[in-house]
């Protein structure tokens, strides 16, 4: 177990690096083994482990859970923060709810401590129960040993490896009682009213067989510009749904009858202008162009993002925008463009007609307008993500990237 766990890190961290990894912890019997195992490792190389606990404040004694688990990290030699859940919780959906929770938790406060890589305790247990739970109707997905942060835009830069998605969970406890261990049992897993739980409890009964991880290739993809996306018409719907939720900003990606009706317009050899999912496709003879949609009557969503001296923020999911010393509001540059100076407008013919709109533009106290992706020395700095969150979600970043 021990030889295989530093197999995959070693293949996927970055020889040499001191930035902290971290480390999703519950104190359940997965993240003990995971936190144990990434402790030895880095230890040995130098680089300190941060154990990450969320407090969904779901359960009334989740309070002495999460004080538990922050002592045992501490204990075994790891730095331990506390996350919690606050706010309204919905009625319905909970599970869901509280994984996208603890997802943004996780990766904003891994980014905070200067994390890279987010370790998570998930096991081929897990993999067994997505599948189980698929035959009976739901959608959810398999876990990967490697991707970036489902969180967004909290997990920009921050990719999540779980490296031990082969191994069996009731193995891991084996090796755990060896250790003289002990973890907690959280009553939620046996609460049959989830479906994970009753997966749970299906695949008990059963001698279940673990197939090992598809493994995919990285794509061949060509890039045009910063602002937009084109790829090849044979472009698989993998590759389809992620240039649509890049460029366009968003959190979901299309799925479905829609995506498999769009990748089959374009290897078709189809002229056409289409938008999905937020963005809107041009497919003519150089491919397809994905670029985020600006949309008539309100309907674009790009909504204006308020930031005060200094602050930094993601605007439409696609800017990291940083304001200079007083404050600013960051809008779609639709509509804004006769107001830009005479250097920015200059600048903004080199930019194709549909990306000018969707581009930044910062409108000051006095409603002056500039865009910091036109100004060439502006004090408002601006980092597109499209391009790289691209090649985060279609595996063209396949190791921790330099800080």
Same mark, same amino acid.
């Given at each position: 177990?021990?030889?295989?766990?530093?197999?995959? *890190?070693?293949?996927?961290?970055?020889?040499?690096?001191?930035?902290?990894?971290?480390? /999703?912890?519950? /104190?359940?019997?997965?993240?003990?083994?995971?936190?144990?195992?990434? *402790? @030895?490792?880095?230890?040995?190389?130098?680089?300190?482990?941060?154990?990450?606990?969320?407090?969904?404040?779901?359960?009334?004694?989740?309070?002495?859970?999460?004080?538990?688990?922050?002592?045992?990290?501490?204990?075994?030699? @790891?730095?331990?923060?506390?996350?919690?859940?606050?706010?309204?919780?919905? %009625?319905?959906?909970?599970?869901?709810?509280?994984?996208?929770?603890?997802?943004?938790?996780?990766?904003?406060?891994?980014?905070?401590?200067?994390?890279?890589?987010?370790?998570?305790?998930?096991? =081929?247990?897990?993999?067994?129960?997505?599948?189980?739970?698929?035959?009976?109707?739901?959608?959810? %997905?398999?876990?990967?040993?490697?991707?970036?942060?489902?969180?967004?835009?909290? !997990?920009?830069?921050?990719?999540?490896?779980?490296?031990?998605?082969?191994?069996? $969970?009731? =193995?891991? $406890?084996?090796?755990?009682?060896?250790?003289?261990?002990?973890?907690?049992?959280?009553?939620?897993?046996?609460?049959?009213?989830?479906?994970?739980?009753?997966?749970?409890?299906?695949?008990?009964?059963?001698? @279940?067989?673990?197939?090992?991880?598809?493994?995919?290739?990285?794509?061949?993809?060509?890039?045009? /510009?910063?602002?937009?996306?084109?790829?090849?018409?044979?472009?698989?719907?993998?590759?389809?749904?992620?240039?649509? *939720?890049?460029?366009? /900003?968003?959190?979901?990606?299309?799925?479905?009858?829609?995506?498999?009706?769009?990748?089959?317009?374009?290897?078709? !050899?189809?002229?056409?202008?289409?938008?999905?999912?937020?963005?809107?496709?041009?497919?003519?003879?150089?491919? @397809?162009?994905?670029?985020?949609?600006?949309?008539?009557? !309100?309907?674009?969503?790009?909504?204006?993002?308020?930031?005060?001296?200094?602050?930094?923020?993601?605007?439409?999911?696609?800017?990291?925008?940083?304001?200079?010393?007083?404050?600013?509001?960051?809008?779609?540059?639709?509509?804004?463009? %006769?107001?830009?100076?005479?250097?920015?407008?200059?600048?903004?013919?080199?930019?194709?007609?549909?990306?000018?709109?969707?581009?930044?533009?910062?409108?000051?106290?006095?409603?002056?307008?500039?865009?910091?992706?036109?100004?060439?020395?502006?004090?408002?700095?601006?980092?597109?993500?499209?391009?790289? $969150?691209?090649?985060?979600?279609?595996?063209?970043?396949?190791?921790?990237?330099?800080?």
């Amino acid at each position: 177990m021990t030889e295989d766990f530093e197999a995959v *890190l070693e293949r996927r961290l970055r020889p040499g690096a001191t930035t902290p990894l971290a480390v /999703g912890f519950s /104190g359940g019997g997965d993240s003990l083994a995971l936190l144990r195992l990434a *402790l @030895a490792w880095a230890v040995a190389r130098g680089r300190p482990v941060l154990a990450l606990t969320v407090d969904h404040g779901l359960n009334p004694a989740s309070a002495g859970w999460t004080a538990d688990a922050l002592a045992k990290a501490r204990a075994l030699g @790891a730095d331990a923060r506390a996350l919690r859940w606050t706010g309204d919780k919905p %009625s319905t959906g909970v599970p869901a709810a509280a994984r996208a929770a603890r997802h943004a938790l996780l990766a904003a406060a891994a980014r905070e401590a200067g994390a890279r890589v987010l370790l998570l305790g998930h096991t =081929a247990d897990d993999r067994l129960e997505a599948a189980r739970m698929r035959a009976e109707g739901s959608t959810t %997905s398999d876990p990967r040993s490697w991707g970036p942060s489902p969180a967004w835009p909290e !997990g920009r830069g921050v990719f999540v490896l779980r490296p031990l998605l082969d191994a069996r $969970r009731q =193995a891991l $406890r084996d090796w755990l009682s060896e250790q003289g261990e002990t973890w907690l049992e959280d009553p939620a897993n046996d609460d049959l009213r989830f479906a994970r739980a009753r997966a749970r409890a299906a695949l008990a009964r059963e001698d @279940a067989v673990v197939a090992s991880e598809a493994r995919v290739s990285a794509p061949t993809v060509a890039f045009e /510009g910063e602002h937009a996306l084109r790829l090849p018409r044979a472009a698989s719907a993998v590759q389809v749904a992620a240039a649509c *939720l890049c460029a366009a /900003g968003t959190t979901t990606p299309p799925r479905g009858e829609r995506l498999e009706r769009l990748v089959s317009r374009l290897r078709s !050899g189809e002229t056409f202008t289409a938008t999905l999912a937020g963005a809107r496709i041009v497919a003519d003879e150089a491919g @397809a162009l994905f670029v985020r949609e600006a949309g008539e009557g !309100g309907r674009s969503g790009l909504s204006p993002l308020v930031l005060a001296a200094g602050e930094t923020g993601v605007w439409d999911g696609r800017y990291e925008v940083t304001a200079s010393d007083a404050p600013t509001t960051i809008r779609p540059l639709g509509g804004l463009a %006769s107001r830009l100076p005479a250097d920015e407008s200059q600048a903004l013919k080199a930019f194709a007609a549909s990306v000018r709109p969707v581009l930044p533009a910062a409108v000051d106290a006095l409603g002056g307008v500039s865009s910091p992706i036109l100004a060439g020395d502006g004090t408002i700095r601006a980092r597109v993500l499209i391009r790289e $969150r691209f090649e985060a979600a279609t595996g063209l970043i396949d190791q921790e990237p330099a800080t």
